[in-house]
């Protein structure tokens, strides 16, 4: 069980385009969930915290305009790279929480989604 | 705000053998949760192992065991009888109780295991 799905699992694009990341937990509703951020041989850097019917909590320092979330279901949620440029080249990883308000669950991650911009 | 520290960025251990990966933490709460992910080539982030901060016994999952002193800020673990499918980077993460707050995680340790 708890089972997310992250699609796609690599993109290449030319610089300029826009991408989007999808996050799907399969076999439970998650109110919440995660979207980290991994430069090569580093952790992870959480970028924002999508919920479920509405706005996003960013961290410092992610443009909010650069990385749209959007988390319109309880199954499903986006992450968009708009107007994409090789320095947004990275490793992206979403995760999901069962039931968020229960502190001892742990987050259950997709399997990521390098970006490649060319 | 909370910090995790893993002061081995590599560590190598014998196929069997056993080997430990340090933890570091630094939090002003009396109550949390750690945590050590695995992450192989694939980049799929797999849990292995939690601990409640309000417990003392320490956390064991088969052949994965944590040395959590609490008072010490140390959160260590214990890899016994070494696989191949161990291979992988861990890291160590924090997150705090009291409804849902964000993970906090290390900067990691690469495991290699030697056949």
């Known amino acids: 069980g708890a089972v997310v799905s992250q699609h796609p699992s690599w993109v290449i694009c030319k610089s300029g385009t826009s991408v989007k990341i999808e996050c799907r937990s399969l076999d439970f509703q998650a109110t919440t969930m995660f979207w980290y951020r991994q430069f090569p041989k580093q952790s992870l850097m959480l970028m924002a915290t999508?919920?479920?019917?509405?706005?996003?909590?960013?961290e410092q320092g992610v443009e909010k305009d650069k990385f749209l979330i959007n988390h319109a279901s309880l199954t499903l949620s986006t992450l968009t790279v708009t107007s994409a440029h090789p320095e947004d080249s990275s490793f992206y990883i979403c995760?999901?929480?069962?039931?968020?308000?229960?502190?001892?669950?742990?987050?259950?991650f997709g399997d990521g989604t390098r970006l490649s911009i060319l | 705000a909370q910090t995790v520290t893993q002061s081995q960025p590599e560590m190598s251990v014998q196929e069997a053998e056993t080997v430990t990966l340090s933890c570091t933490y630094d939090t002003s709460e009396s109550d949390y949760y750690l945590f050590w992910y695995k992450q192989p080539p694939s980049r799929q982030m797999i849990l292995v192992i939690r601990q409640e901060a309000y417990k003392q016994q320490n956390a064991t999952e088969n052949r994965f065991s944590v040395n959590f002193q609490k008072a010490a800020k140390s959160f260590s673990l214990k890899i016994s009888d070494s696989q191949l499918g161990d291979a992988a980077m861990y890291f160590c993460a924090y997150r705090s109780s009291g409804g849902y707050q964000k993970v906090t995680f290390g900067t990691g340790t690469k495991l290699q295991v030697i056949p």
């Open positions: 995760s999901a929480v069962v039931e968020p308000g229960l502190s001892n669950q742990p987050q259950h």
């Open positions: 999508s919920n479920e019917g509405s706005k996003a909590t960013y």
